[in-house]
């Protein structure tokens, strides 16, 4: 796997332990929560994605350029 792809999982990880955390002590309006938990569903999917140690270099590009919009939902959540 790419060394960049392997530094934006370690941050799609952090932000998963982020808004898990939120989620789990009830930080979040309902319909904050409905979006993280779609969010957190999608970013996990991801995730498993890019551990596939088979997966190819242009899917993994396609999904890491997703990864800033990702971000930016979680920042609005937060």
Known sequence: MKKHAQE???VLSENIDVVAGKMSVGNLSTFGMKCAEELLA???KIKSFLEVE???DAQV???IE???LLYIQIR???
Do not use: A, R
Request: charged share 35%; aromatic share 0%; net charge negative.
């Open 61 to 63: 590009d396609i999904i």
């Open 54 to 56: 088979e997966s190819d």
């Open 66 to 68: 997703k990864l800033p």
């Open 42 to 44: 999608t970013l996990i």
């Open 8 to 10: 934006e999982l370690l």
């Open 76 to 78: 609005k959540i937060n």
